[in-house]
C-alpha cells in the first residue's frame, strides 16, 4: 500500500491522460492519468473543484442555524448535512443525551435518506454497468436501457426513490430545507396519519430491497473472480459501529480495520477524531487526504462508506441484513472484501437494513411522543460524525460568546475517499491502458470504478449539459497526443488531429 | 404514494440551491409564485414545488397534471429568460445525480406507459454560481421580468 501516486520516478517526465468530467458522478471531475516513458500509469489523480469553501461559509454564522444552512452544501445529500450539523450543535448546547423521541425520528430520517441515496445509485447509476456489461454502447447503458430491459426493476427503482423522499419530508417536515433537526432534538414528532401513512407502502419496500439483494448477488456470482478483481485494491477500512460492534449509522464508535481485518482502532470516541486522523494535502487538489494518523500519510490512507462499514461491523441488528452480511463475509474467504465493485453489494445490503429499521421504528410508540427538546450547559466546540450514504461524514464547530462560528472543520465522505479513489482508478488504468491510444471502453472502465464509491462531486448547482466527458493524452512537454470527447448527446467523437502523435 | 384527488392540474417546479448564487433564481422564482398563492382566489389551480435539482422520483410528481412547467436558472439563456415546450428524451443527464426536464419526462413515458402532462421550460438567464454568494443583481433584474411574464397567466392555463 505503497503511495505510488506520488513516488513516481521523474514525475516531470511522465505523459498525462486527463479526463473530465465524469459521467454518471456528480459535478466537475477530472481523471489525470500521468504515464511514464513505457506507457505504463504511474500516477492517477482524481480531481475534484467543487469542495472549495465550505467552511467558509459556515464561519460567523449563528450555531443555531447551522443544520438548516448547511443542507445547502451539497445537493445530493443535504439530510447528512442537516443531521451532522445538529449532533454537532447538539455537543454545543451540552445535549448530551437525546430524548428517545427525538433520536428515533432522525433515525427514521436517516434511514430514509438513505434508503433513497442508495436506490438512485443501484437502480439510476450503476445497475446499467452491472446488468448490461462495462463495454455495452453507453446510449444503451444508462436508466433508459434498465426500463426497456428491466422495466420493473427501474420502476422499483423510482419507488423506492420516492419512499425514501416521504421518509425525509415527513420527519423534516419538508421536502427539502428541512428543520426537522434542530440543536438538542427535533422540532415535531410524527403523526398517526404520517405514520401510518408510511407503514403503508413499508413492506412493498423491503420486498423490493431483498429483490435488489438478490439481483446483485447474481450478478456477482455469474462472473465472480471478475467482479472480485476489478479495480480490487487492499485498504484500511473505517466506519462506525455500535458500542457492542453492531452496524450502526447514526450514533456510535469509530472502528478502523486494516487490510487483513485485524484492528487499528477500535470504540473510538468521534469527537477525539482528529487523535485518530490527520488531513494532508496536495498541490494539485482542493480536496484534502485524511489518514490514519498512525500509520502515517502513506500507509494510513483508507476507505469508508458501504464497503467499509458492512466489512467492520460484527452484526445487524435487522435479521434480512444480517443474513445477507453473512454471505457477503463469506466471498471475503477470511479476509474483508477488498474488491471495489463489492461497494455496490454492500450498499444494497444497508439498502435492506434500512428498509428493515424504518419498517422497525414505524411500530414503535415513541414516535408520537411530544418529548423532543434537552438542553444542558453550552460548550465552545461541537463535533458531529454520521455515516452519510457516501461514508463517514464529520462537521466540527467551534463558536464564540455570542454563538457564531469562528472555526469549521469539515471532511465529508468523498473526502475520506480520496486516495482509494485515485489507487482505484491506477488499478484499472493498469489493466486497460498500455499505449498512447484512448478508447471509449477504457473511459467506461474508468468511470464505473469511480462511480462504486458513488462520490459526490457536485454542490447542488446544475449547469446541466455544458461539459461533456473529455480526455487528454498529454505528453510531459505538455504536448497533446491524444484526445477523446463524449458530447451531451453520448455521441463519442474521434481523436482529434493531434500535431505530435508520438 | 401519490393521492390523485389532491393534485392539482398545474404543476410548477422551479429548482436550484438559494445558497449558490444565481442558482437561487428558482428557488427566488418560487418564493414569488408562493407569496401570490398566499393571497386567496389566486393560482388555486398551480401546486408549487421546489428541490435543489432534478431526480427520477420527480417524474412521480407529473402523474395527473394537465400542464408542468419547470422553472430554473440558466447559464445559456438570453436574457431575461427563455421560454419553450419540452418533450421526452434521452439525454446524457441520466446519467448524473441531477437531471434534465426532457429526461424526467423520458422516465414518466417509461415507467406509467403514457404520454406526459404538456410541459414548459423557463429558463432565467443566471451569471454566477458560487457558494455563499447572493443573486447578482443582473439576475435579479431577469427574475421580476420572469415573475411578470409567469403572473401574465398563459404560462398557466392549461392545455
Known sequence: MTDQLETAPHPERLQRVVIEPLTRVEGHGKVTLLLDDDNHIKQARLHIVEFRGFEKFIQGRPYWELP???????????????????????MLIGASQLTPAAEKIRRLMHYGQTLQSHALHFFHLCSPDLLFGF?????????????????????????????????IRVTAGKRIHGTGAIPGGVNKSISTDERNYLRKDIDQIIAWSQGSVELIKRIFSEQFDYHMAFASIDSNMISMTGSDGAFEIYHGDLRARDPNGQTIFDHADYTAYDQYLREGVKSWSYMKFPFIHSLGSENGWYRVGPLARVNNCDYFTTPLAEQERIAFRDAGQGRPVQATLAYHWARLIELLHCAEAIKALLFDDDLLSDDLLVKGDMQARGIGVLEAPRGTLFHDYEINEDGLVEKANLIVSTTNNN??????????????????????????QIEVAIRAYDPCLSCATHALGKMPLEVQL????????????????????????????? | ??????????LIFAYGNPSRGD??????????????????????????????????????????????VFIDASLTASPPYEFHPVLPAQDLSYTTHAMSPAAILS??????????????????????????????????SNLQTAFEFVMRGQVLTPA
Open chain 1, 68 to 90: 438548516v444552512l448547511v443542507q445547502r452544501l451539497c445537493g445530493i445529500c443535504p439530510v447528512s448535512h442537516h443531521l451532522v450539523a445538529a449532533k454537532a450543535t447538539d
Open chain 1, 419 to 444: 486516495q482509494a479513489m485515485n489507487e482505484s482508478i491506477r488499478q484499472v488504468a493498469n489493466h486497460y491502458l498500455d499505449g498512447k491510444q484512448l478508447t471509449e471502453p477504457l473511459l467506461n
Open chain 2, 1 to 10: 404514494m401519490t393521492d390523485e384527488r389532491r393534485t392539482r392540474p398545474i
Open chain 2, 23 to 68: 442558482d437561487a433564481l428558482g428557488p427566488a422564482m418560487y418564493e414569488l409564485i408562493d407569496a401570490q398563492q398566499q393571497k386567496a382566489g389566486l393560482l388555486n389551480d398551480v401546486e408549487l414545488l421546489t428541490d435543489f435539482q432534478l431526480q427520477i422520483e420527480h417524474a412521480t410528481d407529473l402523474q395527473h397534471r394537465q400542464r408542468v
Open chain 1, 135 to 167: 463495454d455495452d454502447v453507453v446510449r444503451h447503458r444508462n436508466i433508459v436501457g434498465v426500463i426497456e430491459d428491466h422495466p420493473e426493476i427501474a420502476k422499483q427503482g423510482v419507488l423506492l426513490r420516492k419512499y425514501g423522499q416521504e421518509v
Open chain 2, 107 to 140: 422516465v414518466y413515458q417509461q415507467i406509467y406507459r403514457q404520454p406526459p402532462p404538456s410541459t414548459y421550460m423557463l429558463s432565467i438567464r443566471g451569471y454566477t454560481f458560487e457558494l455563499g454568494e447572493p443573486l447578482s443583481s443582473r439576475a435579479g
Open chain 1, 474 to 502: 498529454v505528453n510531459s512537454e505538455g504536448e497533446l497526443v491524444d484526445q477523446l470527447q463524449k458530447r451531451a448527446n453520448g455521441n463519442i467523437e474521434p481523436s482529434a488531429t493531434c500535431e505530435n502523435s508520438g
